[in-house]
Each structure stands twice: as C-alpha cells, then as structure tokens.
C-alpha cells in the first residue's frame, strides 16, 4: 500500500489561490448581508418595486372599471357608488380625526355621509341644502344633550361628511343633468382628468422633478410635477371639447382643465395635511397600493366640485 507524496509547490499554489477566492466570496457574501437584510440590493430594490406597480395597477384597474361600468349602467347606478365611496371616505377620515385625540359622532356623520349623493340624485341641490341643515341640526342636538361632547367633536362631525360626501355628490350632480351617453362621458371625463392629473405629475416629478412644491406637506411633488399634471388634466378637458360632448367649447374646457387640475393638488395636500397631523402615511388599506380610498379620491373630492362650477356657470350644467 503506498502512501501519498509531499504535496508539490504548484498543488500548493492551486490551493493557497482556490482559499483566497472563497475567503473572497465570503467577505463580499458577507459584506451584502447587512444590504440584504434592510432589502437594499438592487435585484430586491428592483423586485420590490416590480410588485408594487402591479400591486398598484390591478387594484387601480379594478376601481377604474368598477366606476366606468356604474356610470354607463346610469345615474341611480351612479349614485349608489358614490355613496358608498363617500360613506367610506368619511369612515377613514373619522378615523384620522380619532388619531388625533377627536371623538366624532360617527353615526351620525356616516348616515350623512350616505344621504348627501342620494339627496343630490333625487331633487339636486335643493336636497343637499336639506340634508346640510339636518346634520346641523342633529349635531346641535346631539351637543345640547350629551354631556361628554365638545365643540371640536361636534365640528368634527359635520365637516367628515361635508368635505368627503357633499365633494363627491358634485358627480352625481353632473351625471343625472343627462342620463344617457352623455352624461356619462362627460362624468367620466371629469373624472378622467382628476385621474390623469395625478398621473402625470407623479411621472413629470419623478422624472424632472428639482423644485419642491409642499417640502412640508409633501416633499414628493414639484412644481414640474405640478405643470405637468395641469397639462394633462387641459388635454382630457380638451378631448371632451374636441369631441363635442355636451356643447363644451375650447375656452371653456381649457379653464376647467385649469381650474380642476390646480384644485385637485389642494385636494391632495389637504388630505396629506390631515394625515401628516397625525402622523400616518395612509387612511387606511382598501386599496392596495394606493392605501384608503380616501387616498384615492383626495385629488377627486376638490377637483369634482371645481368641475361642478365650472360647468354649472359656464351653462352646460
């Protein structure tokens, strides 16, 4: 039986160099690890960030069919999504305001909250007057005779429904003015261009974006970002125009392009106001992705009753 021969200065070699690149590895393996572990690699970076835009684009995909089908089905239809989206906005923001130390009577928030677009859907903007002043009224009532509850709940109270419900009936008020086709483009179409504001100043600013708009509020938006949301938001308007749909002419669509786009950014810093308040980043998790559907619809509650007037006063409506 022979035994094994002193290992030669080239086998040593090999070993010495096959060492130090596995003692290579490891340190680099290890130098990763504390990336790998806070999610820092770019393959993780970029998977992640995979995820959350199809994340994001199903569950906005989804919403966006769910509102095109109810608007095309007709007003009553309408309405009935606007109600529950209003009712749903309202609960997230109460429960922003009870973050905040507030106690709202969610009962009676929440049941006007859902009464406003259907006040709007059956006599106009006669009924939201009535349903204004019985909120006022039950508020007050309910302040007289309670004796746990403050003015600032009390507020509270009638502002939730006032800011999500009353905002959103404005589409209601624009849908049932015709009940056919129309109608229904033309409030899509507001709708569309709220939609396409948002989109486009999140990829302007992303992409171009130097100039801080709200650094307090919102450090992510820009005055570019800000530009090109209002370009965007003209082009829809203008299409609506272009078109013909419902006798809106250019000067017209150009101002509602305007004025809805720069009140949907209030819309939005508004909400991000009230959350950064209380130090939340979403009002709630409906929606994957996008967070609450008061997230959502934040830019659509002010930019739709930009919409309202401009059309109300410009004499479409």
Known sequence: ??????????DQRESVGIDRHIDKLEDR???KEERRTAGALVGQRARGWTERLLTRTTSGAIYAIVVLVCLYLGPLATTLMISAMAWLCCSEFFRIARMGGRMPNEVVGLGAAVLFPLAAYATGLRGLVIVAFLLLAVCAAWYVFTPRANVADVAITVFGPLYTSLAFSSLVLIRVVDTGFTGATLTFGVMSSIWANDAFAYAVGS???IHKLAPR????????????????????WGALAAFGIAGLDMPRAVLGGLLVGIA?????????????GVGVKDSGNLMPGHGGLLDRS????????AAYFVLFFGGIL
């Open 217 to 236: 509020i919102s450090p992510r938006k820009s005055w570019e970002g800000f530009y090109g949301g209002i370009i965007a938001s003209v082009f829809i």
């Open 1 to 10: 039986m022979s035994e094994k021969g002193p290992e030669r200065p080239q």
């Open 29 to 31: 393996r290890d130098a």
């Open 207 to 209: 992409r171009f974006g």
């Open 264 to 276: 949907g950014v209030i819309g939005d810093l508004f909400e991000s106001r009230l959350k950064r």
């Open 298 to 305: 934040d830019s659509m509650l002010f930019g739709s009753m």
